[in-house]
């Protein structure tokens, strides 16, 4: 017995022999018995992971012989998708993509249909492991909005009259930058922007007639963008607190050599109350001298249908 057990083993160590093929998490990776790894080490050479989420929410406010102010019957829908992949090694390397959708649709029965959140991100970040919680990163911003947005007002004849204020690509955003960057495990991240650019890109020009503006997020009007280097900094936080609350903080500041820092902060917080059903807070702040000197604010409470996959 014991001298068949030794001719198995001498047998293969001479020749070599491959083990089952390791599938997870839709990775494949075929390896030699003679390599499998003590514990702690990881087979897998890449990973992928992703996550999609998606609300609805519906609101609608009715009158009827209504004796205080103007009646205004309106239907409000707001719908979310944000959409994450991870791919990375386990290691070192790891490579993430984000996508959050925003688009709400505000209806006035007896005057105007306007979208009142318009807001699309996609941020792509390439990390390389130097130390422990200390990465290189090269990370991506891209915003825009899809459909056209209006500014209304009243003529003197009392019928409202809509402005173009924005537009698809009208203005397009991309922050791209090279630098540094420490993560929190399970909490967040932040990167320096060491060396950034910005590229802002204006294609519908019906903006600067119908505004009467001479610059717009300071692209003048004989031009269809600016591209502009700078410093920039973004702080990530994405945790996720007693399997009910999620809190979800993305600030962005850019500093262009010449001109003061700008800055965009979207701060979400969800509390699930059961599978499919979740109330939110989404706080908004928007800060560019060019656009405007005063703080923008925008803050939406809602309550709606919401599923992961």
């Not at 899809?146 to 690509?169: C, E, K, Q, T």
Request: glycine content about 6%; hydrophobic content about 40%.
């Amino acid at each position: 017995m014991l001298s068949g057990i030794g001719v198995v083993y001498a047998f293969l160590g001479c020749f070599s022999v491959f083990g089952q093929e390791v599938i997870w998490r839709d990775t494949v990776r075929l390896v030699r018995l003679n390599e499998i790894p003590g514990d702690g080490t990881s087979l897998i050479n890449l990973r992928f992971a992703q996550v999609l989420e998606y609300s609805l929410n519906f609101s609608t406010l009715f009158f009827l012989n209504w004796q205080h102010e103007k009646n205004t019957d309106q239907l409000t829908i707001l719908q979310n998708i944000r959409y994450q992949s991870v791919l990375d090694n386990n290691r070192n390397f790891k490579l993430s993509n984000t996508f959050v959708h925003n688009l709400g649709l505000q209806v006035f029965f007896d005057s105007v249909t306007w979208f009142q959140m318009d807001d699309n991100t996609l941020d792509t970040k390439l990390e390389i492991l130097l130390h422990r919680n200390l990465s290189y990163t090269f990370a991506s911003n891209l915003n825009s909005r899809i459909f056209n947005g209006y500014d209304y007002h009243a003529d003197p004849s009392g019928n409202p009259v809509r402005r173009l204020n924005s537009a698809f690509l009208t203005p397009l955003v991309w922050t791209f930058s090279t630098g540094l960057g420490w993560s929190w495990p399970r909490f967040g991240n932040i990167n320096f922007g060491i060396s950034s650019a910005r590229l802002t890109v204006v294609r519908d020009k019906r903006v600067y007639e119908e505004s009467g503006t001479n610059g717009f997020y300071g692209v003048p009007p004989d031009k269809d963008h600016l591209f502009e280097y700078g410093l920039s900094m973004h702080l990530l936080v994405d945790a996720e607190f007693k399997k009910r609350i999620h809190w979800i903080c993305d600030m962005l500041l850019f500093k262009n050599y010449n001109d003061p820092i700008d800055m965009v902060l979207k701060n979400l917080v969800d509390v699930r109350i059961n599978k499919f059903l979740k109330t939110s807070i989404q706080t908004r702040l928007f800060y560019e001298e060019r656009v405007s000197k005063n703080l923008q604010v925008e803050n939406l409470i809602s309550v709606g249908f919401f599923f992961s996959l």
